[in-house]
């Protein structure tokens, strides 16, 4: 199919959504209610108007999910064959590289050959990967019912529900860190991450109380992954468990442990990047060895924004303005918010300005900052501070720009990235 | 063909609909409370003005040229093996009535097709009255045809 699929059209989603409701009610038994009704009438609307290509796929998604809704009509399940295993592979690989609509023909066409837990679980990584979490949720649900055992069903489940209905993700999650022996260590890792990401939520009671629940949690998972447990659990999944055990700590405000804990990630994988840069931006100001883990995050080409923000202050307060202008370049290439993309533009101002660059270029970068972040201060002030230096004809005005202390930068480091590391 | 003018009731237009089946005579269950039943839904199917009269603006009991060109959020559920992902009640049923082409027609005296103005392929159209009529006489137009339609799911 040549267009991105599926579709992110409003009357898509529509559709996709009074389908789920309607093969929720079909399982209650509830197909002929006054409710089914009004579904199916506000749906007319919404169908009318779709084109050829997201008809079929409705209507696709709701055969697909009467192996969820209906009766258990699944074939004997036929002996897996060479030819059905480089299928499924395939189904795997076009869902990766977003050929939704194909994954998801190759699976129908090989389902004979798939267990139904296993059936449901593809179908859901493929919803969740086409950005439709609600209805993956429906599908991962169904297969970590099927097989409680395996402990990755049950963490994407999370992961698709976290998405699409935080409440009641927060609230399986609660669940399962309630009794975390009850799970695999990848459910808990995933149920902690969906708790920490909730943390900062209002309606969280204690949360004190809870992040120090959810350390038990998370330490036990831990600690039965390092005894090998949960071997079907993917690599990430242990250092993402430590990631959070030290992020727990550091919102707890225990720094020796949640550095001690980012340390034993990164013996385990010394080249995790959310690891260095947790640890470097923890103990940034404080230890000489945080440069490095930043500078080690660099070099293994970090998608964070953190570590090319943290280097570019460094090498700011350092005197450093190429390699300053540098890490400003290559953090404002990254995702991140628009506070922590207004420093960069800052800086890099200050970097081009000390550097030597046309004014209209550094002008540029300060106006850029200010309207990323109308409450950036600094650089408003630091933008007034170049305007005065260039009216004096200064050929080094620059040096009395206002800086922020590495302890600021590393509180805002600390608050902003807590949750987009945790990702 | 002329679009402006009736046809000749002789051969009324085959149409389809997906109805409520009632089980003690395989007929359509007559009714103006939902999607489902033979009737239309006042202020939703069909226009009414402020006399209670029925209004000559294209509206009326929909239907279609045939019952695979339906939303399958409404074909029963046990026609899957047809059309995959069909939604509908298995207490529907597929209807159909008349025997010629899906053109603008009389199906009764006092009823007519009105094909939907859309490109080919029309999937869609609306049994309305021929005239001005009180809403009431317009249902009982259309519940006089319950004994012409018959359950037609080839």
């Known amino acids: 199919m040549a267009s991105r699929e599926p579709t992110n059209s409003p009357a898509f989603r529509l559709v996709v959504k009074g389908l789920l409701q309607l093969h929720e009610l079909s399982r209650q038994g509830q197909d002929d209610s006054a409710e089914a009704e009004a579904v199916r009438d506000a749906l007319d609307g919404p169908l ?34 060479a030819e059905a295993q480089l299928a499924l592979t395939e189904a795997v690989e076009a869902r990766e590289s977003g050929e939704f609509d194909r994954a998801l023909k190759l699976i129908r066409r090989w389902e004979s050959y798939i267990s139904p837990a296993l059936l449901s679980y593809l ?31 049950r963490a994407t489940y999370l992961t698709a529900l976290d998405q699409s209905d935080p409440k009641s993700a927060l609230e399986d999650a609660q669940k399962v860190i309630n009794r975390p022996q009850d799970w695999a260590p990848a459910v808990v890792v995933r149920a902690a991450d969906v708790a920490v990401g909730q943390l900062q939520d209002a309606s969280v009671i204690e949360p004190v109380a809870f992040g120090r629940q959810i350390t038990l949690a998370l330490e036990d998972a831990v600690s039965r992954m390092d005894q090998g447990g949960d071997p079907a659990a993917p690599i990430s999944t242990y250092g993402h468990g430590v990631l959070l055990l030290g992020m727990c700590y550091e919102r707890l405000g225990d720094v020796n442990a949640a550095a001690n804990w980012f340390t034993r990630g990164l013996q385990h994988n010394p080249d995790n990047d959310r690891l260095l840069a947790a640890r470097g931006i923890l103990l940034y100001g404080k230890e000489p060895g945080a440069i490095a883990d930043l500078k080690r995050a660099v070099s293994v080409e970090s998608n964070l924004i953190w570590p090319y923000l943290f280097l570019a202050h460094h090498f700011l307060s350092m005197r450093d303005f190429e390699r300053a202008r540098v890490m400003c370049e290559m953090g404002l290439h ?20 000390e550097l030597g660059f046309p004014p209209n270029t550094v002008r540029a970068a300060f106006e850029s900052a200010v309207r990323l972040d109308s409450s950036n201060d600094l650089a408003r002030r630091n933008a007034k501070i170049f305007e005065q230096a260039l009216a004096k004809h200064d050929p080094r005005p620059i040096s009395n720009w206002e800086q922020r202390s590495e302890a600021t930068v590393r509180q805002l480091g600390l608050v902003e990235r807590r949750y987009s590391l945790g990702a | 063909m002329d679009n402006s003018t009736p046809r000749d009731p ?7 609909r997906i109805m409520k089946r009632d089980t003690s005579d395989n007929l359509p269950v007559v009714g103006s ?27 009326g009991m929909s239907v279609a040229p045939n019952w695979r060109m339906i939303h399958f959020t409404r074909i029963p559920k046990r026609l899957r093996h047809i059309v995959p992902g069909a939604l509908g009640s298995d207490k529907h049923a597929c209807f159909s009535m008349g025997a010629g082409p899906f053109e603008r027609g009389l199906v009764t005296v006092n009823l007519e097709l009105l094909p939907d103005e859309t490109p080919p392929p029309v999937n869609h159209g609306v049994i309305a009255p021929v005239g001005v009529v009180p809403l009431e006489q317009y249902q009982s137009d259309l519940a006089g045809t319950r004994a012409l339609w018959k359950v037609d799911e080839a």
Request: aromatic content about 6%; proline content about 5%.
């Open chain 2, 33 to 59: 409370g939902s999607s489902s039943e033979l009737g239309a839904r006042p202020h939703v199917d069909i226009a009414i003005d402020a006399g209670g009269n029925v209004v000559l603006d294209g509206t």
């Open chain 1, 123 to 153: 179908r859901g990584t493929v919803w969740l990967d086409a950005g439709y979490p609600e209805v993956a949720a429906v599908f991962l649900k169904h297969a970590s019912e099927l097989d409680a055992s395996n402990g990755n069903y």
């Open chain 1, 334 to 353: 990254r995702e991140g918010s628009a506070s922590a993309k207004s420093l960069l533009e800052e800086w890099r101002a200050i970097a081009q300005a």
């Open chain 1, 48 to 81: 009318s108007i779709l084109n050829d290509t997201d008809k079929e796929r409705a209507q696709w998604l709701s055969e697909d999910l009467y192996s969820v809704s209906g009766p258990d009509e699944s074939a004997t399940l036929q002996p897996m064959t």
């Open chain 2, 10 to 16: 002789v051969t009324p237009p085959k149409v389809y």
